[in-house]
Structure formats: structure tokens, C-alpha cells
């Protein structure tokens, strides 16, 4: 595995980074590989992830991973409106698809707070006579989507304080309503003294993070239009995200021939952390192999690869 940190410069002239992962044993003509396009969740970044994106490299080549604006990689930004990072990903796709994938086919997929970020990025309209401002994935992958959190998540006493917070001072700092244990029964992990000190060093402003819930609850109406074929993954143990809401957003899906829900019994949300992780993975790998592999072909008079959608 090869890992290089990149940069480009986003509409509103914000210099944003991203990790582009490529498998060393690469052979493109012998064994043609999708690229991905990987959008991390809520406080997560490509190099706390290296683990989970080598497994992601046996099926796909190159992965390109936009830490969001705030966080990881693009931590020195200040949280914005979370449709910016929607606005964000657009710029990012235009810039990195063309430029690393070529006419490779590829598959967006998102995280958490990140597979809401796609689920927004694709319910918007396309503009197919600029192509360079909207490239399409040939699939899609939702990895524990933070469309409605879990029912134990925000209790009364969290809520109450973090109302009062929001009218009164929303700027202020406030921790998540979880800790480290429910994201993940790792014991290696759950041990660690940096992933421990991650979530207790981890605040975020009140007004940001009722922002976030309005923007997550909305994603799923974003689906309704997609024609690519989806693969949803649910961890069947989330206590972070409701997998029953999950569960619902996959039955809403317009229907599809390839679509795929894969759930998995004990496993919780950050599945990354996890130690089913590659089981995941493995999955939705199986999945993308049985998928049509179209390379994309060039538009005349455009400036962008015309993608092949499945």
C-alpha cells in the first residue's frame, strides 16, 4: 500500500487536503480494479484508518479519501455549515475522479455522518452540460448511514443541557452524548490510551452538532432519484445510529436489480475499529465484482470523463 497526502482548492478558495491510497500490486490490464471515493464520518480521518483502507485496497484501486473540513487532514479549518461538506465533496469528485481514476469506474462511499454527505451529494441535480462540476459514481456504498440516531442516544438530561446551551451560547463547546464504548467492543481499542484521550479531547460547538442531526434526518429523502445500485451495510449492534432506521432507508430505496443490504449481528458502529471489519469489507468487494466493469468514456467537447452508469 502506498499513502500520499494531496491538496486542492475548494470554491470558496479554502486549501483542503486528502489521503489517495493505491495498492502496490497493481496490474490494471490483468485485474481492472473500481476506484473509490471514500467519505470518512464525524471526527474521523484517513490516517486513523490505514488498517481498514489496505483491507478496501484488495478490491479497490485507487481510494480517494476527503477528510472532512474540520476534522483530520482539514482539522485547521473551523466546522462549517454541514452542507458545505456536500459543496466540498462536489469540488473534491471534479478535481481527484478525472485526475486518479481516469476512466476507471468508480464507487462513492461514506461513513456514518460521511454516507449522508453522499446520500446529499447524490440527490443533486446534474447538470450534464457541465460535467466537470458533477461526476457520477458507477455504485454506491452506505457504511452504518447516521440517518436517525439511536433511540438511547440523545437522553432527556443531554438534551435539556444542550438546548439551553444552543439558545443561549451555540458556540460553546460540548462533548458527544457516547464515549468510546459505544462505537466499538474492540478490547484493543477500548485499551488504548490515545483513542481514549481522542474522545475526551473531543468537543464540537451546540449549534453545530443540532445542524448535524437536521442534516443527517434529511439524507435519506435524497435517495429517492438515484439509479445506481446501492450497497448498504448495517451494523445490527449500532448504538449510535438506529439499524432499524437503517433497515427502513434500504426498503425505501427506489428499486434496482443490484442493490445489496448486507447486516451484521454484533457488529457496532465505527466498523473500521472493529474486529469483523474485514468480513465487511470482503462483502461488499464480492458485491462490486459482480457489478458491470464499464470503462468510462470521454464526452465530446467536455472537459470530464462521461461516466457509465450501472
Known sequence: MTFAIHSWTAADGAELRYGLLTSSDD????????????????????KNSLVFFNALLQHFSPIVVPDLRGFGLNEHHPLPNPIQFVDDLNGLIAHAAPLHTGQQPWMLGGISLGGCVVSHYLG???NKANLSTFLLPDSVWLLAPAVQEHPQMFRWRYVA????????????????????????QNPAVLASKQYQQHMADFYIPAGFLWQLRRFNRSAGLQLHGVTQPIHLSIPLADRIICPTAMERLFQQLPLHPHHFCGRYPGLYHDVPLEIQ???????????????????????PNASAPFPSVV
Open 27 to 46: 496490474a490494471p490490464l490483468k485485474n481492472p480494479r473500481r476506484g473509490m471515493v471514500f467519505v470518512p464520518g464525524l471526527g474521523g480521518s484517513v
Open 124 to 126: 443533486q441535480p446534474v
Open 161 to 184: 443541557k444542550t438546548l439551553w446551551t444552543l439558545f443561549t451560547r451555540p458556540q460553546t463547546l460540548i462533548q458527544l452524548p457516547y464515549g468510546l464504548e459505544a462505537l466499538t
Open 277 to 299: 471489519m474485514p468480513a465487511v469489507v470482503a462483502d461488499v468487494g464480492a458485491w462490486a465484482s459482480q457489478l458491470p466493469f464499464v470503462l468510462r468514456r470521454t464526452q
